[in-house]
Nanobody, 121 residues
Framework: SVQLEDSGGGSVQAGGSLRLSCAAS????????MAWFRQAPGKEREGVAS???????TYAEFVEGRFTISKDNAKSTVYLQMNSLKPEDTGMYYC???????????????WGQGTQVTVSS
């Protein structure tokens, strides 16, 4: 079993930045596939970015170069740096982990509790 703890959300104005963190138990960040998802009220959960065990990265099209996913294997922590935030980025952001490779599909086995991101115009 893997425990994930999301943090770093908050309220910012459009154009602002936030850095989300996901602390994973054990050495999950280095041995599992990791990803960030988000869910806005009334909408389905959607993938934002994923990072493989070897460091390969996939972004959703809507990221448009504004977000950066990274990880620190020594700290077993995954980050999501979000810049140029837009009101449509508002939602609950979740970290996810799985032994399997799911890219941006919401089929990961382990999930964090979520951290709220609110972007005002």
């Amino acid at each position: 079993s893997v425990q994930l703890e999301d943090s770093g959300g908050g309220s910012v104005q459009a154009g602002g930045s936030l850095r989300l963190s996901c602390a994973a138990s054990g050495n999950a960040a280095s041995s599992y596939y990791m990803a960030w998802f988000r869910q806005a009220p009334g909408k389905e959960r959607e993938g934002v970015a994923s990072i493989d065990r070897d460091g390969s990265i996939t972004y959703a099209e809507f990221v448009e170069g504004r977000f950066t996913i990274s990880k620190d294997n020594a700290k077993s922590t995954v980050y999501l740096q979000m810049n140029s935030l837009k009101p449509e980025d508002t939602g609950m952001y979740y970290c996810a982990a799985d032994p399997g490779k799911w890219w941006l599909l919401p089929l990961y086995n382990y999930w964090g509790q979520g951290t709220q991101v609110t972007v005002s115009s």
